[in-house]
Each structure stands twice: as structure tokens, then as C-alpha cells.
């Protein structure tokens, strides 16, 4: 992995289309691609991590013009990749957000976040939304090889539920015939460790990034091949009635354990 330091004109976007699945009013990355190198996500198709060595300064001048809100820290890339232990960017920027009373809501895979409790904390309204793919290590080590062990996620949910941070689940992407018959685990143990939500969506397949996964699929088991051909289509997202399908599952799942499928 190759890391370069780069300076940017600007940090960050306001979402101009309401944001009805993770609720927020503007968005930032403090580092642009992901070295955790998931086969699903288009954040790893690049090789090269671009760190925003003036995020902090265009957050100081910048949160200054917009009005108070929440903004959602790692829309795209993860914020809490392994650089993060040497640049504590994401932290910095948090501090900021903290003392011009802004809320956040931060989404990662990563464990590091636990490490920013002591800011998050004080953070007003302050959500933390961690994804799990899958609770099968096998088949987190195919997809996901470099982000932290399915359990060490949930672990992050109940540390982060024990200090009182508002803490929920993605099961994002959800990987068709692979992860299905993990719905209700996932959704269970996700409770059982203090998660007050559970949010989903269906896996999106485009450009060099659907090669990579399918790629990585014929190695997984060439037999699905033939079903997602069949699922997809000429399209980058599942047939719609397979969405459905999935949607009442995992509805059915938030219900029976008491989860609201919204932040």
C-alpha cells in the first residue's frame, strides 16, 4: 500500500437530497480510498491512500460557514484505516466537530474507533454505525481479509454501548447466497451487544469493481456464478424482487429482537 500526502481545496460536502439511511447533513473523509481492500467496496480499487494533510485546517475554516448539523465522517472511506493510528486525523477533526457543538455520525469497520471514546463522548448526539458483512470468518477473510474479525466488530458496539455512545449495525453490503441464512445471528448477537439499530443494502456491482468481486467469487465458489449472472442482469443492483425479499427478512429479525431498522 502506497501513501501519499496531498492538500485539498475542500473537506466537506453538504448532502443536498435528504439522507434517509444514515441521517446526516454533510459529509467528510479525512483520507480518500481505503486500505482495508474489501471485494465489494469501489474504495479499494485503488492502491495508492491519499491522506488529507489539511483536513484539520479547511474543518476549522469551513464548519465556520455552514450551519449546525450532523456531519457523517467516513461517507465513502473508512476513517479509522490503519494510517489513522499515525496521523490521528479522524481524531483531530473530531475535536473540532466537539467544540463547534456539531453532531456526527461516523461509520467504520475498524476497532480504532474505540480509541476516540473519550471525544466521542462528548460529542453531541454522536452515532457510530459498524458494519458486518458476515459473522463467518471464512468468509470474512475471502471478502473482507483486512478489516478487523466479525467479533472484534461486535465488541466495538458493546465497548462504544457501554459509554453511553448511540451505537448500531450495518449489514452492509449484504452478499446474495452467501450471507442470507446469517440474517437473524447477526441481527441477535448485534442486540445481545447493545445495538440500537440495524440498517441494510443490497450489494452494488459497477465497473472494475464488480470484475474484482466476481472474480473473487469464482474462487469462493464458482457455482454462484450462473445465480448472480441471473440476479444482476444488465443492472449494477439485484432484481428487485430479491431486494424485497431480503427487506422482509430483515424486518421480520429487527422485530423479533426489538430493533428499529432507522437511526
Known amino acids: 500500500m502506497l501513501y501519499k500526502h496531498v492538500k485539498y481545496d475542500s473537506l466537506i460536502t453538504k448532502i443536498t437530497n435528504k439522507d434517509l439511511l444514515f441521517i446526516g447533513d454533510y459529509t467528510l473523509d479525512p483520507y480518500q480510498n481505503c486500505e482495508f481492500g474489501c471485494k465489494y467496496c469501489d474504495s479499494a480499487l485503488d492502491e495508492i491512500i ?9 474543518l476549522e475554516e469551513e464548519i465556520k460557514k455552514i450551519e449546525e448539523g450532523t456531519i457523517i465522517v467516513g461517507s465513502v472511506h473508512d476513517p479509522y484505516q490503519e494510517i489513522e493510528k499515525k496521523c490521528e486525523i479522524t481524531r483531530s477533526l473530531l475535536k473540532i466537530i466537539k467544540q463547534h457543538n456539531f453532531s456526527c455520525h461516523i461509520l467504520t469497520k475498524s476497532n480504532l474507533v474505540l480509541r476516540d471514546i473519550d471525544i466521542l463522548s462528548k460529542i453531541n448526539n ?3 454505525t459498524i458494519s458486518i458483512t458476515t459473522l463467518n470468518e471464512s ?3 475471502v471478502f473482507e481479509m483486512n478489516v478487523p474479525l466479525p467479533t472484534k466488530r461486535l465488541q466495538i458496539i458493546k465497548k462504544l454501548s457501554e459509554n453511553n455512545i448511540k451505537t448500531g449495525l450495518a449489514v452492509m453490503p449484504v452478499l446474495p447466497f452467501i450471507v ?24 452494488e456491482l459497477k465497473g472494475d469493481q464488480k470484475s474484482i468481486f466476481l472474480k473473487t467469487l469464482e474462487k469462493f465458489n464458482p457455482n454462484l456464478m450462473d445465480k448472480y449472472v441471473e ?11 430479491y431486494i424485497l425479499k431480503i427487506n422482509d427478512m430483515i424486518t421480520k429479525y429487527c422485530k423479533k429482537y426489538g430493533l428499529p431498522m432507522e437511526i
Request: contains cysteine.
Open 50 to 58: 491519499y491522506i488529507k494533510t489539511n483536513a484539520v485546517q479547511l
Open 126 to 128: 454522536c452515532v457510530v
Open 139 to 141: 468468509i470474512s477473510n
Open 180 to 203: 442470507e441464512g446469517e440474517f437473524e445471528k447477526i441481527i441477535k448477537v448485534a442486540s445481545k451487544n447493545g445495538a440500537e439499530y440495524v440498517l441494510h443494502k443490497h450489494l
Open 231 to 241: 440476479l444482476y442482469g444488465d443492472s449494477y443492483i439485484p432484481d428487485q424482487a
